[in-house]
Nanobody
Framework: QLPLVESGGGSVQTGGSLTLACVAS????????MTWFRRTPKEEREAVAV????????DYAASVKDRFTIFRDHAKRTVYLQMNDLKPEDTALYYC???????????????????WGKGIQVTVSS
């Protein structure tokens, strides 16, 4: 069983919205940190947004700030990414990562995470 399973991807036009979900169905605990990454058609990887348990505030990549919102449902061990005002440059494979440790590298670092999902495609057409 995969540790993390994403859903909610699809194709939209510029200016449209999508909400992605990632559930930690293969884990037996609620991860401390859950993050959305994306990989563009040019194979560029970007850490998009992070959310934590507790009071620590979420954080975003500059490219999505004020357009994307990350939030968690801790009871469901799920992290969501609400994406508004989508642009063609948001086209990418979106995948989530999670880790139970409360310490480690910066949230944008791949090695910060133990668990990964397979990813889900988001395509934005102009």
């Amino acid at each position: 069983q995969l540790p993390l399973v994403e859903s909610g991807g699809g194709s939209v036009q510029t200016g449209g919205s999508l909400t992605l979900a990632c559930v930690a169905s293969g884990l037996t605990y609620n991860p401390y940190i859950m993050t959305w990454f994306r990989r563009t058609p040019k194979e560029e990887r970007e850490a998009v947004a992070v959310a934590y348990t507790g009071e620590r505030p979420s954080d975003y990549a500059a490219s999505v700030k004020d357009r994307f919102t990350i939030f968690r449902d801790h009871a469901k061990r799920t992290v969501y990414l609400q994406m508004n005002d989508l642009k063609p440059e948001d086209t990418a494979l979106y995948y989530c990562a999670a880790d139970g440790r409360t310490y480690g590298d910066h949230w944008s670092a791949v090695r910060r995470y133990t668990h990964w999902g397979k990813g889900i495609q988001v395509t934005v057409s102009s």
